[in-house]
């Protein structure tokens, strides 16, 4: 059976840990809501009603195509494509390519990020592994303007921080909306966990707390994986509404591993 990622892919350790999901989750939450292109998730009205699940089905999208048979995840990148053509009908409009880029190069730079805060530095090879699977969906979404190389990668995603970011009335519904769905304390945890992931330029436009508190927890948080009580930690911190869902993620890839 041919995958669509190589089973020895680096990509395929990253995603298949609850936590390392988690952290892109959040990071991803950040960015889109200071995306230029974000009334574009506001036009169906998904997101602003439960933006929780809008930001776990791009996540779930993507795990599903790093963990589908080769045939299987262009289909699934083709409904993808699809979708977003009947919105873009619907509006009369076209979503611009760069937003389509921003959103593959903000999976690649949370995959990374994420993957070693919690677990170790990735080499230069796998961050390149981990560029290419992205590319090969951007490519199969018929993107214009993809870099050829993690290095240009590189440049490209330092140009669109620096472009596509705003703070704007969107971006702070957005996080009334986090708050009301997440709970105080939940919504506290998940501005920390964006502290440790995403990229100054949000940072800074989010005005996030400069303190990361949740940077020794981690640490704590580390050691009771090496005793295996890191779960009921983790499962205590997880929104009631996703906690089966995001655990379950964990558990296909364990099954499929055994």
Do not use: C
């Not at 952290?23 to 036009?43: C, H, P, Q, R």
């Not at 009580?229 to 964990?250: C, D, G, V």
């Amino acid at each position: 059976m041919e995958y669509f990622v190589d089973e020895r892919s680096i990509v395929r350790k990253i995603w298949g840990k609850a936590d390392t999901i988690l952290f892109i989750f959040a990071g991803a939450a950040a960015e889109f809501a200071l995306n230029k292109a974000v009334d574009w998730l506001y036009y169906t009205g998904k997101l602003p009603a439960d933006p929780l699940d809008r930001l776990f089905s791009t996540v779930a999208y993507s795990r599903q195509i790093i963990f589908s048979e080769r045939d299987a995840a262009l289909k699934a990148i083709d409904r993808i494509t699809t979708i977003h053509q009947g919105v873009e009908t619907s509006r009369g409009a076209q979503i611009p390519d760069w937003a389509y880029r921003d959103v593959l190069f903000l999976l690649i730079d949370l995959s990374i990020s994420s993957y070693e805060l919690l677990e170790r530095p990735l080499t230069l090879l796998e961050k390149a592994q981990t560029f290419a699977v992205f590319k090969r969906v951007g490519t199969r979404m018929q993107l214009s303007g993809l870099p050829a190389t993690y290095s240009e990668y590189l440049n490209m995603r330092r140009e669109h921080l620096q472009q596509n970011l705003v703070r704007s009335e969107l971006t702070v519904d957005l996080y009334h909306q986090y708050r009301h769905h997440l709970g105080a304390a939940r919504y506290q945890v998940l501005k920390q966990a964006q502290l440790l992931v995403v990229q100054p330029e949000v940072r800074h436009h989010l005005r996030l707390n400069t303190l990361p508190w949740l940077r020794p927890i981690l640490w704590g948080y580390k050691f009771l994986k090496l005793l295996k009580l890191h779960t009921f930690l983790r499962n205590a911190l997880l929104p009631a509404a996703y906690k089966t869902q995001i655990l379950s993620l964990e558990s296909e890839v364990l099954s499929n591993e055994s």
